[in-house]
């Protein structure tokens, strides 16, 4: 088992090849019914269908398999774990809100169980007022009372007091850092009977020893996001973590539920409502009868009346291919691209992760494989 994770951690951490690339190459194995280890192991990767620049950054990585054997055998003599996306253990639920941008692996410390129950979001500025940490316990009891378990990321404000909370009302709490599992000492000495008793589980998606910074906490926050069924903003301004994310998850058409403010509070709370966010109460409950003109004649940066608008072209392209097999003509009717060229859209698709060829009579037809198949992945480690 160790052996085959040094190759999962090897593939993890090849640096310069995006998340989604590297799931698409273990999907790649997969149909040839192959490994992680199969593809190092072999001559030339398997023959996959791999960029030259890719090779290059493998073969580096390749070199590297040693170290990768040296740290994941000190990882598990410490108690850690590490856990595939093929692993039953690996979470459902972050494999389906994240697709293929799910994280190949997950360092974790604690109860893995939790992975698999129910759990939501609560979300929110570092420095948060007074009435957004009360709205956040409330939101943490009635969750904890469930048996809901509580995400969290760990910064000071909303994500540490849904952590205490959860656990103040017996809960129990997944905390994802914005680093390497390894340099969460403190941390760890801090929670470490609810870590041993099972109540609190530590994730990490980064390499073990990575500090903290203030891209990794970007970076954490969408896993924070995918983990949760459901997600609660206490307070957000209009820009930052909290926005970006609540942005990106209005995008995807997630389900989020934001405090609705009171009369001149300060935050960017009414416009994410304005956006699609649905109100709650102060017990997180949803208000049905908000009136639309408090909403609007309230000073936001952005108003808009659903996330559509963030929606990319190339975001679009990809949510068409990932239903279907389409030629360039039938892309740039289904979506209205007149804008943009025959060739230009050609350039565009070559430079998209992801996206896959196949030829029919003389006309090339584009697709993307689907989170399906990604999710059906099981092999055995």
Same mark, same amino acid.
């Given at each position: 088992?160790?052996?085959?994770?040094?190759?999962?951690?090897?593939?993890?951490?090849?640096?310069?090849?995006?998340?989604?690339?590297?799931?698409?190459?273990?999907?790649?194995?997969?149909?040839?019914?192959?490994?992680?280890?199969?593809?190092?192991?072999?001559?030339?990767?398997?023959?996959?269908?791999?960029?030259?620049?890719?090779?290059?950054?493998?073969?580096?990585?390749?070199?590297?398999?040693?170290?990768?054997?040296?740290?994941?055998?000190?990882?598990?003599?410490?108690?850690?774990?590490?856990?595939?996306?093929?692993?039953?253990?690996?979470?459902?639920?972050?494999?389906?809100?994240?697709?293929?941008?799910?994280?190949?692996?997950?360092?974790?410390?604690?109860?893995?169980?939790?992975?698999?129950?129910?759990?939501?979001?609560?979300?929110?500025?570092?420095?948060?007022?007074?009435?957004?940490?009360?709205?956040?316990?409330?939101?943490?009891?009635?969750?904890?009372?469930?048996?809901?378990?509580?995400?969290?990321?760990?910064?000071?404000?909303?994500?540490?007091?849904?952590?205490?909370?959860?656990?103040?009302?017996?809960?129990?709490?997944?905390?994802?850092?914005?680093?390497? =599992?390894?340099?969460?000492? +403190?941390?760890? *000495?801090?929670?470490? #009977?609810? %870590?041993?008793?099972?109540?609190? !589980?530590?994730?990490?998606?980064?390499?073990?020893?990575?500090?903290?910074?203030?891209?990794?906490?970007?970076?954490?926050?969408?896993?924070?996001?995918?983990?949760?069924?459901?997600?609660?903003?206490?307070?957000?301004?209009?820009?930052?973590?909290?926005?970006?994310?609540?942005?990106?998850?209005?995008?995807?058409?997630?389900?989020?539920?934001?405090?609705?403010?009171?009369?001149?509070?300060?935050?960017?709370?009414?416009?994410?409502?304005?956006?699609?966010?649905?109100?709650?109460?102060?017990?997180?409950?949803?208000?049905?009868?908000?009136?639309?003109?408090?909403?609007?004649?309230?000073?936001?940066?952005?108003?808009?009346?659903?996330?559509?608008?963030?929606?990319?072209?190339?975001?679009? =392209?990809?949510?068409?291919? +990932?239903?279907? *097999?389409?030629?360039? #003509?039938? %892309?740039?009717?289904?979506?209205? !691209?007149?804008?943009?060229?025959?060739?230009?859209?050609?350039?565009?698709?070559?430079?998209?992760?992801?996206?896959?060829?196949?030829?029919?009579?003389?006309?090339?037809?584009?697709?993307?494989?689907?989170?399906?198949?990604?999710?059906?992945?099981?092999?055995?480690?």
């Amino acid at each position: 088992m160790n052996q085959e994770l040094t190759y999962w951690a090897a593939l993890a951490h090849t640096p310069s090849i995006w998340t989604s690339r590297k799931n698409d190459i273990v999907v790649q194995c997969f149909n040839q019914g192959k490994t992680v280890a199969d593809f190092f192991e072999s001559e030339n990767f398997l023959d996959l269908d791999l960029k030259s620049q890719e090779l290059e950054l493998l073969k580096k990585t390749k070199l590297e398999l040693a170290n990768y054997a040296f740290m994941v055998e000190g990882l598990l003599n410490q108690g850690y774990d590490i856990v595939p996306i093929t692993s039953e253990v690996y979470s459902s639920t972050l494999k389906t809100n994240l697709k293929y941008n799910s994280p190949l692996i997950l360092y974790t410390k604690g109860n893995k169980q939790i992975l698999h129950e129910e759990a939501i979001a609560i979300v929110g500025s570092r420095n948060a007022n007074e009435t957004s940490l009360v709205f956040t316990d409330n939101v943490a009891k009635k969750a904890s009372s469930e048996k809901k378990i509580v995400v969290s990321g760990f910064a000071k404000g909303v994500d540490k007091q849904a952590l205490d909370s959860a656990l103040k009302y017996h809960g129990q709490s997944i905390i994802v850092l914005p680093q390497g =599992i390894t340099t969460f000492a +403190s941390g760890m *000495k801090k929670y470490y #009977k609810q %870590i041993i008793d099972g109540d609190v !589980l530590v994730l990490s998606t980064f390499h073990p020893k990575s500090p903290w910074s203030v891209e990794l906490a970007m970076a954490r926050n969408p896993i924070i996001y995918g983990l949760a069924s459901e997600i609660f903003v206490a307070q957000s301004d209009d820009k930052g973590g909290t926005w970006s994310g609540v942005c990106d998850g209005l995008k995807k058409e997630r389900k989020i539920f934001v405090r609705k403010p009171s009369n001149g509070e300060k935050c960017a709370n009414l416009t994410l409502i304005n956006m699609g966010a649905l109100p709650v109460d102060m017990e997180g409950q949803p208000i049905h009868d908000i009136i639309k003109y408090e909403i609007v004649e309230e000073p936001c940066p952005i108003v808009a009346e659903n996330p559509k608008p963030y929606e990319t072209v190339e975001d679009k =392209i990809r949510n068409l291919l +990932s239903k279907g *097999k389409y030629t360039s #003509k039938e %892309i740039l009717e289904l979506l209205h !691209l007149s804008n943009i060229s025959s060739q230009k859209l050609t350039a565009m698709l070559k430079k998209i992760n992801g996206i896959k060829t196949e030829k029919k009579g003389g006309t090339n037809l584009y697709y993307i494989q689907t989170e399906s198949q990604l999710g059906q992945l099981s092999l055995s480690i």
